[in-house]
């Protein structure tokens, strides 16, 4: 039997209900494929409806059908896809027949006043981190309904009046979500063109995420794996997430860090708390501790002698001064090149704001350090954020508790407080804070735990395999040559004797150990192998250690400097110097006795000597100062005797009890120091030494009769 008769027999007359065919329009706005595609899928879902109506199988019959389809029509659809239309077909009629995408474009949505889509993208902004269109569209429309004049002065009466010229105005909007005017729709408003990514990062998300999406679409990116060792470097601050004890105020510490960026590598670091004086000013980290940290790196390690080194820092407080900068450049011979982070002024500036700060984007590296360094510090007593061992509703408890505990302490006898210092010094008594010396161990402890680290995905590391020699075991050996010399002798004696191993015993100690990445100790010793670096001489490292104020000499042998708050005066000579040039003063902040003058080019041009101006008949300004010195004095032997109770070692470790600079030490290891192979000699340095060395001071002042009476008083 042929396929004619086949379907002679089993076919039967065909009707189908009018309120599930197409209408002869519909049929008329389809494109010629799309009716063909319809007429043929139509043909195969009555047929085939007949005979499963008949009693057979619809699966095999899908099977039969798509070849029929494919032989009549020349359409391709698999069994299963006709099945599907089938079960679609009966449940919504010939409509789901249609292939849209044989249709053609839809017709294009009704256009919205450019002025009424600027106030949706605004709506949409102004919501911030709740930002979303289905909402500012509800705002839009509530707006809209509530008769207010939206933007372009679009009211409810007048888009009325626009779409029905010829209809009276009812008497209340008859607009709503539900129903909305022809063309607001949800859809039609978020299809207009949106804000771009940096206008929506910037008011949804802030600066950060806005400088973020500039770095991908200007593609300032770096490639910091294509580096050499020494070739940049990244300086920045950072508030440490935990509070201290210092001088009986419970406060959190600020750490200035310098890191190499290839190796990622600490560098250096200066930590400070952020203390308050009685007037209520806080003191925390200064471009004078900056100033002093890069003196002492820059002393200890050097700078690669064949090729420059660029040095990123903020315009805020980890910041290089421009003053400090020309002599960096001078002492280091030109190899420190001065960067600075605010990589996107002209940007903001066109974009009608201003940013003076830096860009995480543009220090990612040490950005990313502190994420890390925050999360090795989390166990500490006293953190701030949220971890497993504290919740963030213990934090006021902690400082309620802590604040009754230092008055009561306070209260003590200077017996009882030394034993209390000694207690808690063994950890027998325990404060709900650390003391400024465990705070100092912590870090300092967390920043070798970083240097250490193995588990990363940094870019730029070695990916290094190791093998056991017991599956038990709890040492892993390197299976690398790179790092091979930076093992001890008896680990490289064991990995030459397991090269000899047969392979199937090599694997089997393979497959104990693991494959872990590069730490970056490991790294910066990798790097460090024929690379030569040069320090600066000890004469560029007073100088670069010393205050500097850039002024005007009045030329009437004397001038008065701003120093840390006071206005002090400094007399002296200086030969061939016309009046209203501008000098440099070079000073010691901490005891300014005198002040060396330069030039601009740094040339040595005399010293001038500090003048107090205390005159010999104003006893009430003598009484002051002697008792100003007197209650330092005894400030600072209180300190001593606190630190020499409470640890032994803490006055060697600690020389200021507010400031640490703790520059890595160059021992044998994982934090080895590279050795200098030369010095950089500057002459303008060596000269400013030689005057310095050379000054005279001004004669001692005879004890004046006021000074006397005080003295002797105290005495009595």
């Known amino acids: 039997m042929d396929r004619d008769d086949y379907f002679a027999q089993t076919c039967t007359a065909i009707t189908v209900p009018a309120s599930r065919t197409l209408s002869a329009e519909e049929r008329r706005l389809m494109t010629d494929s799309a009716r063909r595609f319809f007429d043929g899928l139509r043909w195969v879902m009555v047929n085939l409806d007949t005979l499963i109506k008949a009693g057979q199988k619809k699966r095999p019959l899908c099977v039969i059908w798509a070849a029929e389809l494919r032989a009549e029509y020349g359409i391709e659809l698999s069994a299963e896809r006709i099945r599907k239309y089938h079960d679609k077909w009966l449940e919504v009629g010939e409509k789901a027949l249609i292939n849209k995408s044989l249709c053609g474009k839809a017709p294009e949505k009704k256009s919205l006043p450019p002025a009424i889509v600027d106030q949706f993208w605004a709506l949409y902004l102004d919501m911030k981190d709740k930002a979303s269109e289905a909402a500012a569209w509800r705002a839009l429309m509530a707006k809209l309904v509530k008769g207010e004049k939206l933007n372009g002065g679009i009211t409810w009466q007048s888009l009325f009046f626009s779409l029905h010229p010829a209809a009276d105005l009812p008497a209340a909007c008859p607009w709503n979500h539900h129903n909305p005017p022809p063309g607001w ?43 050499r060792i020494g070739e940049c470097y990244m300086i920045d601050d950072h508030d440490v997430d935990f509070r201290c004890i210092v001088e009986g ?54 700078l690669p002698r064949d090729y420059p080194a660029y040095f990123h820092c903020e315009n805020a407080a980890a910041a290089i001064t421009t003053d400090f900068e020309m002599i960096l450049h001078r002492v280091t011979d030109g190899r420190l090149i001065i960067d600075r982070t605010a990589l996107y002024s002209g940007v903001c500036q066109m974009a009608s704001f201003r940013q003076s700060g830096g860009t995480p984007t543009g220090k990612a590296p040490i950005e990313s350090k502190f994420r890390l360094f925050d999360i090795e ?11 497993y061992i ?79 020699t017991d599956p038990q075991g709890t040492t892993f050996y390197p299976l690398h040559e790179a790092l091979f010399e930076q093992q001890s002798k008896d680990t490289q004696e064991l990995i030459k004797e397991f090269l000899t191993y047969p392979d199937s015993l090599q694997n089997r100690m393979l497959s104990w150990g693991r494959v872990r990445a590069e ?23 007073a100088e670069l250690l010393l205050d500097s104020i850039t002024a005007e000499w009045p030329g009437t042998g004397a001038i008065r400097l701003d120093i840390a708050g006071d206005k002090i005066e400094f007399k002296g000579r200086l030969e061939d110097v016309l009046p209203k040039t501008k000098l440099r003063f070079r000073f010691n902040q901490d005891a300014p006795s005198a002040v060396w003058v330069q030039d601009l080019a740094g040339r040595p041009l005399g010293t001038l000597n500090r003048e107090d101006r205390a005159h010999y008949h104003d006893a009430d300004a003598l009484k002051d100062r002697a008792a100003f010195k007197a209650a330092e004095l005894a400030r600072g032997i209180q300190e001593v005797r606190r630190y020499e ?14 400031n640490t600079a703790a520059l890595m030490t160059a021992f044998e290891g994982p934090h080895a120091a ?35 009476y005080l003295r002797r008083n105290k005495q009595a």
């Open 519 to 541: 730490s970056s100790a490991e790294c910066w010793l990798r790097l460090l192998k024929g690379v030569s670096f040069v320090k600066v001489s000890d004469a560029g490292l």
């Open 674 to 708: 590279p050795v200098p192979v030369a010095t950089i000699h500057s002459e303008t340095s060596e000269a400013l030494v030689k005057e310095m060395e050379g000054r005279t001071l001004p004669p001692a002042k005879k004890e004046t009769a006021a000074a006397r």
């Open 390 to 468: 504290h919740k963030p509703e213990e934090h006021q408890g902690r400082l309620n508790a802590a604040s009754a505990l230092i008055k009561r302490a306070r209260a003590l006898s200077p017996m009882d407080q030394s034993d209390l210092a000694q207690l808690t010094q063994q950890g027998d008594v325990k404060m709900p804070f650390p003391s400024l010396w465990e705070a100092h161990q912590e870090i300092h402890l967390a920043i070798q735990r970083m240097d250490a680290r193995t588990w990363h995905k940094m870019e730029g590391f070695l990916e290094v395999a190791e093998f056991r």
């Open 645 to 658: 109770l409470s640890s032994p070692d803490a006055i060697a470790a600690l020389q200021d009890n507010l």
């Open 249 to 302: 105020q419970l406060v959190r510490l600020r750490l200035i860090v310098l890191i190499e960026v290839r190796s990622r590598r600490v560098m250096a670091y200066v930590v400070r708390p952020r203390l308050k004086d009685e007037d209520g000013t806080e003191r925390s980290i200064s471009r004078r501790d900056v100033q002093h940290l890069v003196a002492g790196w820059l002393h200890k390690y050097g």
């Open 185 to 227: 729709s949800q859809s039609n408003f978020a299809a207009q063109p949106k804000p771009s990514d940096v206008v929506k990062a910037l008011a949804l998300r802030g600066m950060g995420a806005a400088k973020a999406v500039l770095a991908r679409q200007a593609g300032v990116r770096m490639e910091w794996s294509s580096l």
């Open 377 to 387: 510090l989390a166990h500490v007593r006293g953190a701030t954020g949220r971890n």
